[in-house]
Each structure stands twice: as structure tokens, then as C-alpha cells.
């Protein structure tokens, strides 16, 4: 069993800035990518950011010079600094990683439980 507890999330005003933390615990033999999704109400959930083990990091268009996303490897922990944060970005924000349980068992994603993000205007 894999489990991942997100925090961090909360009501901001417009132009505040906010952390949310996914901690991932159980059964974990390694992690590949992990990543943040968000969905608001009444859309489809789209991909905020991502980061490989490497470090390589992807962000969605509307993001990009906004947010950060960070690993902690040892912790086995993903960040999602938000910045500049607008009325648009209010959502729910679900972490996501690709993980194996063995050495030998095939990549598999988990979700997070989601954290409510609220930007006022």
C-alpha cells in the first residue's frame, strides 16, 4: 500500500503565494516522476507540474514563472511553491506519483486525496 498525504493548501488572496506539500509513505521501493494536477469545478483536471528523478521539471503554460515544483528524494516528498497567485488558480490540487513497491513490479500511479486551493479577489 502506497499512501500520499497532501497539506498546504488554504484561502489566499490574489497575488499571496502558498506551499503544498505530498508526502508519500508505505510500501515504496522507488519513485520515478511525481507531479501536481489541479481540477476545478465544473473542469476537466489538468496537469499543473511535474518533475523526474533527475530533476527535470514540466509546467503547464498558464503556471510557468509562478510556480516551482521540488522533491525532497529522501523524504520522498513533492513541493508546489505557488506564487503570484491568481483568482484562475483556485482549485483542487492533487499530487501525484509514478512508484514502484519491489525492485521488480511494474510503475504505478497513486493520487492524493486532493487539497482545496481558494484565490480570492
Known amino acids: 500500500q502506497v499512501q500520499l498525504v497532501e497539506s498546504g493548501g488554504g484561502l489566499v488572496q490574489a497575488g499571496g503565494s502558498l506551499r503544498l506539500s505530498c508526502a508519500a509513505s508505505?510500501?515504496?521501493?522507488?519513485?520515478?516522476?511525481m507531479g501536481w494536477f489541479r481540477q476545478a469545478p465544473g473542469k476537466q483536471r489538468e496537469l499543473v507540474a511535474t518533475?523526474?528523478?533527475?530533476?527535470?521539471?514540466n509546467y503547464a503554460d498558464s503556471v510557468k514563472g509562478r510556480f516551482t515544483i521540488s522533491r525532497d528524494s529522501f523524504k520522498n516528498t513533492v513541493y508546489l511553491r505557488m506564487n503570484t497567485l491568481k483568482p484562475e488558480d483556485t482549485a483542487v490540487y492533487y499530487c501525484v506519483i509514478r512508484a514502484r513497491t519491489t525492485r521488480l513490479s511494474d510503475l504505478t500511479q497513486y493520487w492524493g486525496q486532493g487539497t482545496q486551493v481558494t484565490v480570492s479577489s
Open positions: 508505505g510500501s515504496i521501493f522507488s519513485i520515478n516522476n
Open positions: 518533475i523526474t528523478s533527475d530533476g527535470n521539471t
